[in-house]
């Protein structure tokens, strides 16, 4: 955990889904599901909420909104938007494998948004058992990964001088040990071995990375074009693997 901590203590987390077009594609999507499938006034815990973009949001949508992070420096930021804005019920810091903090069946959604980023196979069984026991039944979980495919097609160098190095990262499901990817089935899979019901399986920002060139240069009306093509299609099973960032929303039976 110490080397999640130290990246992210130096890594701009406040500004990545805002830095260009290409970037809010994901958090414009997955605005829009929560928006589209979270009930009104629900009770949402943030558990990995980075600075807290999606619980700062949430919460002034009129849910009631916890945001946790493993990282403090995560945090501190948090304390200080809510000392401006002061719109969260609580916050703290702590990993998504463990909430023993809170009792069982209180929240009405839970997010785990970036965790399965950095965690092994072991480590997210933990965390699906502690987000959906913390959840109430019928309550809606939220889980994003990055794809392995994805990342394999965005490594690929001119003239493909790269693939022996792409073949290997492909296999191991890493390029740095780091950051660690999944597929789409590997997610489905794991939702099905915890008997949940997947309400939605977004591709959150599609194959904008193959053309982010075209996409941060486009004048407002034609990026807003893009985006209508994007959310028709984000949940295409056949593009679902090509997106860079996955989100399924999982309904606890």
């Not at 999640?4 to 203590?9: H, K």
């Not at 969260?88 to 463990?98: E, F």
């Not at 009792?103 to 009405?108: L, N, P, Q």
Request: charge should be negative; glycine fraction near 8%.
């Amino acid at each position: 955990m110490d080397a999640i901590i130290d990246y992210y203590d130096s890594y701009d987390e406040e500004g990545r889904l805002f830095r260009d077009n290409g970037h809010q594609i994901e958090w414009i999507t997955t605005m829009s599901y929560f928006k589209k499938l979270f009930k009104p006034e629900a009770y949402i815990l943030d558990g990995c909420a980075g600075t807290g973009n999606y619980s700062f949001q949430l919460a002034e949508l009129g849910h009631k909104v916890v945001a946790g992070d493993i990282v403090p420096h995560n945090v501190d930021i948090i304390r200080e938007k809510q000392r401006i804005r002061p719109v969260l019920a609580d916050m703290y810091t702590g990993s998504i494998t463990d909430l023993s903090r809170f009792d069982s069946g209180i929240f009405d959604v839970v997010l785990n948004m970036g965790a399965f980023y950095h965690i092994g196979n072991e480590d997210r069984q933990l965390a699906m058992t502690e987000c959906l026991r913390v959840l109430k039944p019928g309550g809606l979980l939220a889980v994003s990964y990055i794809n392995n495919a994805a990342v394999s097609v965005l490594s690929i160098s001119d003239r493909l001088r790269n693939m022996e190095d792409v073949l290997t990262w492909h296999t191991n499901q890493t390029k740095d040990g780091l950051f660690l990817h999944m597929s789409p089935s590997e997610l489905e899979h794991m939702a099905a071995a915890y008997h949940t019901e997947i309400v939605a399986h977004i591709g959150t920002d599609g194959v904008g990375y193959l053309f982010a060139k075209q996409i941060n240069e486009a004048q407002q009306e034609d990026f807003e074009r893009w985006l209508q093509l994007h959310l028709r299609t984000c949940e295409d099973k056949s593009l679902l693997g090509y997106s860079l960032h996955g989100l399924a929303i999982l309904r606890k039976r």
